[in-house]
Nanobody, 116 residues
Framework: QVQVVESGGGLVQAGGSLRLSCAAS????????MGWYRQAPGKQRDLVAS????????YAESVKGRFTISRDHAKNTMVYLQMNSLKPEDTAVYFC?????????WGQGTQVTVSS
């Protein structure tokens, strides 16, 4: 079993910053692919950023240049999402995922609200 826990969400004004953390634990035999999705009310869940086991990163166009995903190399199963220059349209529940042996595991989500 794999457990995924996110933290770091909250309320911030437009232009502000937040850092989300994601910690995975359990049966993870190697450095996993990890990433973040987000889901706004009434909308589908969309990819925000991902990082592979080799630390290759990928971002949604809407967050490029503002968000940075990184891995804690002391704990290869912890990743962060640094979010700068936040906009009201970034408001959503942010979900972390971990890919292990072809299966995906999700956290419970953390709310990010950006006020204008």
């Amino acid at each position: 079993q794999v457990q995924v826990v996110e933290s770091g969400g909250g309320l911030v004004q437009a232009g502000g910053s937040l850092r989300l953390s994601c910690a995975a634990s359990g049966s993870i035999p190697s450095i996993p692919n990890m990433g973040w999705y987000r889901q706004a009310p009434g909308k589908q869940r969309d990819l925000v950023a991902s990082i592979t086991s080799a630390d290759s990163t990928n971002y949604a166009e809407s967050v490029k240049g503002r968000f940075t995903i990184s891995r804690d190399h002391a704990k290869n199963t912890m990743v962060y999402l640094q979010m700068n220059s936040l906009k009201p349209e970034d408001t959503a529940v942010y979900f972390c995922y971990v890919g292990v042996l072809g299966a995906f595991y999700w956290g419970q989500g953390t709310q990010v609200t950006v006020s204008s």
